[in-house]
């Protein structure tokens, strides 16, 4: 009964093989979706643009500058094929589509899932990982254990599955970083947060703080979040680049941080540290603290006028390449929308379409008043894809046609249950309610 079939864990499904459903797009803001597709596919192509050369010096990027999407490098990947960045900004927007909302022990559970069995990966295995994120994912299944003690769980898919709000409940700690975790790795993984939230910006801005706090403990690392979703949201809402990187831009939007102020280097970013017109020579850096990449990323959407420029110009910085270029991607890609971003980088991006489903359904269901869709499959054919967007009748929660499907497909579950061909990790996926 699922719609967008996430596969679960065990059947190493790669993202590109992974079906796809059309959302209701057709009832929403043709230009908002324009920049949330935008937004997401922005980070990714940034990730992998930039994989090519990550952890190179700022030396070699003079030497051998990048101009484009490439092959091989520091990982071997194929031009389009990205990292940790877009891996785990994937596994977070499925678990908020998953679940309708913001649950953030199955945020953690899901890049569990991309740890130790390379879901959501572009190759089907983990080949990155910042150390904060290890550290904290490792400290998670840490007390996973003690949770699946406690709950007398019988297998592992039993203890990834525990309701959010009963592991609250006995006062369970979900922030598992350890503490002065100041890189840029929430960062890196943020926008489908204020993507799926921006009609609420004062969440949107709380929960890109809770979304980096899970592996990121220091204040500055959930500031910078916190300072960029609000920027994002900014952006999908379609405020003016002079508004967006304003030294105003934190006082003119108070209400969206809920009087609670910002650490005080990001109030140092906030008010133009990054408007500096020799870059690396001013310096600033491609380096992995968040504050030095949220420079990076600024200083190449402020500098330049169109994506691509913006995109070379931070990769060419050298050293965290593919995450200063998936942050700014986020923001330029919101920025620029969707159709903006080149066309042979979009062709190339591995799963592209996927990426662009996502961002639809992000965009659909992060409307609080929407109704079930009507079931439609397609397997990897977007232009079928398309065309199911006219069919879906948003209405249909009162239909009878809707009421025998849902008691078809809970008949289906139940029967699934018993049968033994049934995966141990169930797959996920948006339920018709
Ligand atoms: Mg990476």
Redesign the pocket.
């Known amino acids: 009964m699922s719609m967008v079939q996430f596969p679960s864990p065990q059947e190493n499904l790669l993202p590109e093989d992974i079906i796809l459903v059309e959302s209701a797009t057709n009832s929403q803001d043709a230009t908002v979706l324009d920049r949330i597709k935008g937004s997401l596919v922005g980070l990714a192509v940034g990730?992998a643009v930039?994989?090519s050369v990550?952890f190179r010096p700022r030396d070699y990027l003079v030497a051998n500058p990048v101009h484009d999407m490439m092959s091989g490098g520091t990982w071997g990947l194929k031009a389009g094929k990205?990292?940790?960045?877009?891996s785990m900004a994937l596994c977070l927007a499925s678990s908020l589509i998953t679940h309708k909302g913001f649950n953030p022990y199955d945020q953690m559970v899901r890049y569990k899932w991309w740890y130790k069995d390379g879901y959501l990966s572009s190759t089907g295995y983990c080949f990155?990982i910042?150390k904060a994120t290890r550290d904290s994912l490792e400290e998670f299944q840490r007390r996973q254990n003690q949770l699946k003690k406690l709950f007398k769980c019988r297998t592992q898919s039993d203890v990834d599955q525990i309701p959010f709000d009963r592991i609250k409940a006995i006062g369970f700690d979900i922030n598992c970083s350890q503490s002065g975790a100041a890189g840029n790795g929430a960062l890196?993984r943020l926008n489908p947060v204020p993507l799926f939230f921006y009609r609420k910006p004062s969440q949107a801005v709380d929960l890109s703080g809770a979304s980096a706090r899970l592996t990121h403990g220091d204040e500055v690392a959930v500031d910078a979040c916190r300072y960029y979703g609000a920027l994002i949201v900014a952006a999908i809402l379609g405020e003016s680049k002079g508004d967006l990187l304003s030294d105003q831009f934190c006082q003119i939007h108070m209400s969206w941080f809920n009087s609670q102020k910002l650490d005080s280097d990001i109030l140092r970013v906030a008010a133009g540290s990054f408007k500096k017109r020799r870059g690396y020579d001013d310096g600033i850096r491609g380096k992995g603290h968040v504050v030095t990449s949220l420079e990076a990323a600024l200083w190449a959407f402020w500098s330049t006028n169109n994506f691509k420029e913006g995109v070379l110009n931070v990769i060419n910085l050298g050293d965290?390449t593919?995450?200063t270029a998936?942050i700014y991607g986020q923001l330029a890609g919101a920025y620029y929308g969707y159709d903006k971003i080149p066309n042979d980088w979009k062709d190339k991006l591995y799963a592209n379409k996927l990426i662009v489903c996502i961002a639809e359904w992000l965009q659909v269901l992060g409307q609080p008043d929407t109704q079930p869709v009507q079931r439609q499959r397609t397997s990897r054919n977007v232009s079928a894809i398309q065309q199911t967007t006219n069919h879906i009748d948003v209405n249909l929660q009162s239909s009878r046609e809707f009421k025998s499907m849902i008691s078809e497909n809970l008949q289906q579950n139940h029967h699934e249950k018993s049968s033994k061909t049934v995966p141990r990790y169930p797959r996920s996926g948006i339920l018709i309610q």
């Open positions: 990730d930039g994989a990550e990205w990292t940790d960045d877009t990155d910042g890196m965290d593919d995450t998936a």
